[in-house]
Structures are given as structure tokens and as C-alpha cells.
């Protein structure tokens, strides 16, 4: 039978989940209806020496850089745990830059690294199937973002550990949906918050108070 139950840990006052006394669960918990998930999902970090390896490097390196390392020292460090030596960039055109930067200070650590732009091939959007009138600049040429082949020619260069600089929403999705790499998110793409999307969040009462109301 399908469960019909709503998860909704967001909500949850008790946060039994993250100490050791127990306490009174909240209807909608996941510890109520879901165990043999929960269950199933604890036997693969103990049974699947990789995952296992994986959870206990991101764990050490939780904690041996909590509130001392940015997120880029984080993913350095959390490279070099896992031993990777070559590292992937997927970024959009608009972080050219950046990415560039991030390429140089990963090379400068002893990594290989590849990065590849999200236009890469050139696909026009109209033989996807765009209108004119949909396109950002109607009446020009553009090209399509190509997440998959981001992802496809990071795994043939043979990178271990892909990063991804500024997707868009839906690109990203893509790239994840067709790598087969582990992979993690450096920069999230915001064009009107200065990629940091969690700024219409806390603004969420004053200035971004519409977005409750759409």
C-alpha cells in the first residue's frame, strides 16, 4: 500500500534525530513510517565499502573544518581524503571566470582538472524546439546549455570527483540525471541575488514576502 503519509521534518520541534535521549516523534517523522528504509538504507553504509568510505571522509571533514573552512577549502580537503586526483568542472558560460579560478587553484593543489562550459556543442534552441519569442534575446542566435554532454565528456576524461559551477535550475538536474561521477555543487545559480539564493530567504518577511503569497 502506498504511503499516504506527508514528511514534513522541516516542522519538527523535538529534532529527535539528532541526539541520543529519545523523545516524543511528531506524526509526519520518517522514524515512524519509513523504518524499513531506514533500516535498509544503514545496511548499505555498513556493506558497501565505498559508500561507507564516503560517509566517514564527508563526516571528518565536517568536523575538522567546522566554522574555519569556505565551501571550496571543504571540497579541497574532501578531494584529497578521497585520494581523487582528477577533478571535474561543469560551468555555465556566465562563470567563466570563476571557474577559472577554481581550475587554477585545484591544478595548484596537484589536481588534474577539466572543465567544460555548459554550451558546449553549439545546439541551436530552435532544433529544440524553442520559439523565437522564447528565447532571451528573441531575434538572435542562441545556443542551448548542454548538460549532458557536460557530463558525458567529464566521464570520458576520467574525472573522479565533478563540480558544478552555476547550472541552471533544470541544466543541473540533467547533468545529474546522466553522470555516472560523484559529484557536488560549488556555486548554485542566482542572476538576481549574486548566486546566493538563500538571501530571498531571509528576506522572506520584508522584501521576498510575495513569494508566500504566488
Not at 571528518?60 to 581524503?81: C, D, M, P, Q, V
Not at 588534474?112 to 520559439?131: A, P
Not at 542562441?142 to 554532454?149: F, L
Not at 563540480?163 to 543541473?172: A, Q
Request: aromatic share 8%; hydrophobic share 35%; charged share 25%.
Amino acid at each position: 500500500m502506498k504511503n499516504t503519509t506527508t514528511y514534513k521534518c522541516s516542522y519538527c520541534k523535538t529534532i529527535n534525530c539528532k541526539s541520543k535521549e529519545d523523545s516524543k516523534l511528531p506524526v509526519f517523522c520518517p522514524m515512524i513510517n519509513s523504518e524499513d528504509i531506514l533500516e535498509n538504507t544503514f545496511k548499505t553504509y555498513i556493506e558497501n565499502e565505498q559508500i561507507q568510505t564516503l560517509a566517514l571522509e564527508a563526516s571528518r571533514n565536517e568536523s575538522e573544518g567546522y566554522f574555519k573552512w569556505t565551501r571550496i577549502e571543504e571540497t579541497l580537503n574532501f578531494a584529497h581524503r578521497l585520494r581523487i586526483n582528477n577533478i571535474g568542472i561543469a560551468h555555465c558560460i556566465g562563470l567563466a571566470k570563476e571557474a577559472q579560478i577554481v581550475h587554477k587553484i585545484f591544478h595548484s593543489n596537484g589536481f588534474k582538472v577539466n572543465s567544460i562550459c555548459c554550451k558546449v556543442g553549439k545546439i541551436d534552441k530552435e532544433k529544440l524546439g524553442l520559439k523565437n519569442h522564447e528565447k532571451v534575446v528573441p531575434g538572435q542566435y542562441e545556443s542551448a546549455c548542454n548538460p549532458i554532454a557536460q557530463a558525458k565528456i567529464l566521464e570520458k576524461a576520467g574525472c573522479e570527483l565533478n563540480i558544478l559551477m552555476g547550472l541552471c535550475i533544470g541544466h543541473d538536474s540533467l547533468f545529474f540525471m546522466h553522470t555516472k561521477t560523484l559529484t557536488t555543487v560549488l556555486v548554485v545559480k542566482d542572476r538576481v541575488l549574486g548566486h546566493n539564493p538563500v538571501a530571498a530567504l531571509y528576506t522572506s518577511h520584508s522584501y521576498y514576502r510575495n513569494l508566500k503569497n504566488r
